[in-house]
């Protein structure tokens, strides 16, 4: 049976009554399969004496003593007793706070196993959180009556599981219950990974790592329990993976999947393969550009561009097969799904549109999704600057869009006399049709979540002579997820990055500030401005209490105190959305030099002429963030600062941080500091660990197992 498949209520183990069963189910645990995944957060080992003469780590002892004397200290509510007990290599104090009544149990004389943390104050060794286990086969003796107290054994020695609690929740009354529940179900358990590979990589059977992780004898049996059950854990989420990716690109794409993707399998493109490798309306666009496109731009244009063709080939092909009565492939068509990640201002905007425009080619059309109004108008104004001079038909749509304008653009978009559509998630809301959308470019992923990802698809998805086809699909996000992680979350998609900057770009230098001295930030960002440039200031927040900056008062500060000679403005998400666009475009166009704000900044926004970006409180924001709002300076071809203003309480870790962005501007080293001072769950925006749900694999520890599992997970599916 599997251990999921135990659905006796735990109410029918005995000693669990009423009281715990409605205590157990606020920790969702039901049914007895799920008290036996109820593992322990941790353990100690009290394999070992550990008498007051040694003591151990963080002053553990684990020992046996016997009480000489008591004493009692304070007055009234707050009169505590104090036992006196010597192990026969120290004497030591117990602290009974709230446990008056050990009173009469532990009467000098008395033979107890003290297990606790003891640390030395007053000049005497003291315990105020400790365990005492009477040994009353002793109960006999008298004080002062000799007895070896080194030679006796602690009692509840071994290693002891550390259960998560709630409240009403005592480690006794749950390791009483799953022992309950372990000497009456946990034979029989299934295994639920396949046993060759169970035998390939040395793991326990369910069923001993179920019994182990509960009731190691040694810390290393719970070690390798908590393996065996981490590495099925991660073997079926990478088996529901590995069956997507099977789905879409058959058992070839499997194997493709199972390599490594290094970057290093992106392969640089010489400038004739490329031009010769583009549509004319490609070549057009290629041509109309006024500087050159960089390596990776090529080499990503390149190898997307043999997708899309696969694609439809393929499809044409199959397609062809129905036509002539043949029978169906077994495998679907394969299509594009990837990920393309690179820096703010790396030019991933540039290479989508080159996609988009492969598309066109293929008579398909392509919608373009951006996280928000401001940053979807944007690409729209970009998308028909660029393209339609090359006749190509563009249009925006977004939630805002009135009726009138709307239903024409709808009626056009069905019958396919518009080419690109670029909008917010609008573009997939229900009364949307496609003629025939081929390509959906997802720019800034991060932002949407898994199940939009899911809707934009099935906008696309067709069904043909009995076959279904999915559209091709890029995403896009200046946040770069480190190749692990990456493994895990997009594990159906393939990765490509670019690394390089268009050139002439100057690295932004970034200087670290210290709360009170941000004068100093100022008076260098005067000198910008004197010099005609512009600067942001960022806010964690738009107004609050004396704690947090926040962007309306710093604003009204920056306009009367320090800036007034210059045109200052303030814009965040509670400014009317017309306003917000105003007032961008007139910071845009050097209406305003000084632009206060919050994060609604942190994506689209492109003014080169914009050369400081003063982040106050920053240590308030996450990794990401910090270098995504840096790369709104640094888009022109002047030397651009950052200025980053930490709290004077900044913690250890927080500091580090900011170390990490002074030194670096490539968002995939930030990425991997931040996985390293935060553990991958919290990495901001990219994946909510919980989401996961993982029971007991923990993404920050596992990676190992994690990529193991991958790789027999795809190899498993394949070979079904
Ligand atoms: P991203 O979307 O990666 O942040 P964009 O595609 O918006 O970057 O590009 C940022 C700016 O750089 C745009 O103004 C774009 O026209 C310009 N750009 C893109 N590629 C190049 C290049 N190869 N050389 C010079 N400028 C480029
Ligand atoms: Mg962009």
Not at 229 to 243: H, M, R, T
Not at 255 to 271: F, G, N, T, Y
Not at 457 to 467: A, D, F, I, Q
Request: aromatic letters at 8%.
């Amino acid at each position: 049976m599997k251990i999921s498949d135990i659905k006796t209520p735990v109410s029918s183990i005995s000693g669990i009554g009423p009281q715990l069963t409605k205590t157990l189910a606020k920790v969702n645990i039901f049914t007895v399969g799920d008290l036996l995944q109820y593992y322990p957060r941790d353990y100690e080992d009290r394999t070992r004496k550990v008498t007051f003469g040694e003591r151990g780590q963080n002053g553990k002892v684990h020992t046996v003593a016997q009480v000489v004397r008591q004493e009692w200290f304070g007055y009234g509510r707050m009169k505590t007793l104090k036992l006196i007990v010597t192990d026969g290599t120290g004497t030591a104090e117990l602290i009974c706070f709230n446990r008056a009544f050990l009173e009469k149990s532990l009467v000098p004389g008395t033979i107890i196993t003290v297990t606790g943390q003891f640390f030395v104050k007053y000049g005497a060794l003291q315990s105020t959180a400790f365990e005492a286990i009477k040994h009353t086969e002793y109960t006999e003796s008298e004080p002062g009556k000799t007895l070896d107290l080194t030679s006796i054994s602690p009692k509840e020695s071994g290693v002891i599981p550390i259960y998560p609690l709630t409240e009403g929740l005592t480690q006794k009354a749950i390791s009483k219950a799953i022992t309950q529940a372990l000497s009456q179900y946990a034979f029989g358990i299934e295994d639920e990974i396949p046993a060759e590979i169970i035998q390939k990589r040395g793991l326990l059977s369910k069923q001993d790592a179920i019994r182990l992780i509960h009731r190691p004898t040694e810390i290393s049996q719970a070690a390798a329990a908590r393996q065996t059950l981490a590495f099925e854990e991660l073997f079926q989420f990478q088996s529901v993976i590995a069956k997507r990716v099977f789905e879409r690109k058959g058992a070839s794409g499997v194997l493709v999947s199972s390599a490594p993707q290094r970057e290093s399998d992106q392969k640089v493109v010489d400038l004739k393969t490329f031009t010769d490798s583009l549509s004319p309306l490609q070549l057009d666009f290629f041509n109309s550009l006024p500087f050159p496109l960089t390596d990776d731009q090529r080499s990503v244009i390149y190898e997307m561009d043999a997708e899309i063709d696969r694609a439809y080939t393929e499809r044409e092909r199959i397609l062809n097969q129905l036509d002539r009565g043949l029978p169906p492939p077994t495998t679907p068509s394969f299509t594009m799904a990837r990920l393309l990640q690179g820096d703010v201002g790396s030019g991933k905007t540039l290479v989508s549109l080159f996609l988009c425009l492969r598309i066109i080619s293929w008579k398909g059309q392509c919608a373009f999704m951006a996280p928000t109004e401001i940053l979807a108008r944007q690409h729209a104004e970009t998308t028909a600057k660029l393209l339609a001079p090359l006749g190509v038909r563009t249009a925006f749509l977004t939630g805002n869009l009135r009726a009138k304008g709307r239903n024409p653009l709808l009626k056009a978009l069905k019958e396919g006399d518009i080419d690109i559509v670029v909008g917010t998630h609008a573009l997939f809301s229900s009364n949307v049709e496609y003629k025939d959308m081929e390509l959906a470019v997802i720019d800034e992923q991060h932002r949407f979540g898994v199940l939009q990802r899911q809707a934009i698809l099935e906008k696309g998805r067709v069904t043909n002579r009995g076959m279904t086809f999915e559209p091709n699909l890029l995403m896009m996000s200046a946040t770069p997820i480190p190749q692990s992680l990456a493994l895990t979350v997009f594990g159906d998609l393939d990765i490509s990055s670019i690394h390089t900057m268009p050139a002439g770009r100057k690295p932004v230098t970034t200087y670290l500030v210290k709360e009170g001295n941000e004068i100093n930030a100022y008076e260098a960002v005067r000198k910008e401005l004197d010099q005609g440039h512009q600067a942001y200031f960022v806010y964690p927040a738009i107004d609050s209490d004396e704690n947090i900056k926040s962007a309306e008062r710093a604003f009204t500060h920056l306009r009367d105190h320090i800036y007034p000679q210059y045109k200052c403005a303030l814009v965040h998400s509670k400014v009317d959305e017309e306003e917000q666009v105003q007032i961008l475009n007139a910071f845009r166009d050097g209406a305003i030099q000084v632009l206060a704000a919050t994060t609604v900044i942190e994506v689209g926004v492109d003014v080169p002429n914009a050369t400081c970006m003063v982040i106050e409180q920053a240590d308030r924001f996450g990794m990401a963030q910090l270098h995504q709002l840096r790369g709104r300076v640094g888009r022109g071809t002047a030397q651009s600062y950052c200025f980053l203003i930490y709290s004077k309480d900044i913690t250890e870790t927080g500091i580090e941080r900011m170390k990490a962005l002074r030194q670096s501007t490539d968002g995939f080293f930030i990425a991997e500091q931040d996985l390293k001072t935060r553990g991958p769950g919290e990495l901001n925006g990219t994946v909510q660990a919980g989401e996961l749900g993982f029971r007991i694999a923990d993404l920050s520890r596992d990676m190992g197992i994690m990529q193991d599992a991958r790789i027999d997970a795809l190899s498993f599916i394949s070979e079904k």
